[in-house]
């Protein structure tokens, strides 16, 4: 079964370079969701979308910003990157169901990204 | 707001014994889902099992299984037979109506499984 493909699998930064992290949802799965796992951490919701358009937010820095496209595909921008923001970026899809808080999410692979 | 709470850092389980991870949540939320997801050393977030608030009977996924035990508000995790490849960090965690579909995790729980 197709898994959700995130792109690209490890990344190397300078500080206040920019990065771009892209998620590619499970197919007909119409909501993402971005996730941000520090080292030795669980999980940080950042933000998700749902129909392209943005249906929640989290812990997500101004400097972040992200969207999805009319192919579901969503990217997270990061700028002015941080020392802090090293971390493991995941992004997850789901199919909408009657109750949210039933929804299945189904994690890619995630994008390692570290900041020198 | 939510809380998963996640009491043992690690565990230690002989290979084909059975384990139970421990998990308890805080909400007021009267309706809510409950996850277990395994992160092994290579980073992916595996789905295990879900269970939802007003579900009569436990969920059960294969070898894992999940004690729900809501006026205790404790989700533990049951795994049987245990196999090598169940060494990895372990995370429950939960959605609920008023935080909607955004999940909240707990510390995780390191399960090592020994030959």
């Known amino acids: 079964a197709a898994g959700v493909i995130q792109s690209p699998r490890h990344l190397i930064k300078e500080k206040r370079e920019t990065a771009t992290l892209k998620c590619y949802p499970i197919?007909?799965?119409?909501?993402v969701y971005w996730y941000q796992q520090g080292p030795g951490q669980d999980p940080q919701f950042l933000i998700s979308?749902?129909?392209?358009?943005?249906?929640d937010k989290g812990s997500i820095p101004d400097r972040f910003s992200a969207q999805q496209f009319s192919d579901y595909h969503s990217e997270l921008n990061m700028s002015s990157l941080e020392l802090g923001d090293s971390a493991l970026y995941f992004c997850?899809?789901?199919?909408?169901?009657?109750?949210?808080?039933?929804?299945?999410?189904?994690f890619g692979p995630g994008t390692r990204l570290l900041v020198l | 707001a939510q809380k998963i709470t996640q009491t043992q850092p690690g565990m230690f389980v002989q290979e084909k014994e059975a384990v139970t991870l421990d998990c308890t949540y805080d909400t007021s939320d009267p309706s809510y889902g409950l996850f277990w997801y395994k992160q092994p050393s290579s980073g992916e977030m595996i789905f295990l099992i879900y269970?939802?608030?007003?579900?009569?009977q436990n969920a059960t996924e294969g070898r894992y299984s999940l004690n729900f035990q809501k006026a205790r508000k404790s989700a533990n995790l049951v795994i049987s037979a245990s196999q090598l490849g169940d060494s990895a960090m372990y995370f429950c965690?939960?959605?609920?109506?008023?935080?909607?579909?955004?999940?909240?995790f707990g510390e995780g729980t390191q399960l090592t499984v020994n030959p």
């Open positions: 979308f749902y129909e392209k358009m943005q249906s």
């Open positions: 197919p007909r799965h119409d909501t």
């Open positions: 965690a939960m959605t609920g109506e008023t935080s909607g579909s955004r999940l909240t």
């Open positions: 997850a899809s789901s199919s909408k169901t009657s109750s949210i808080f039933q929804e299945t999410q189904y």
């Open positions: 269970q939802g608030s007003y579900d009569q």
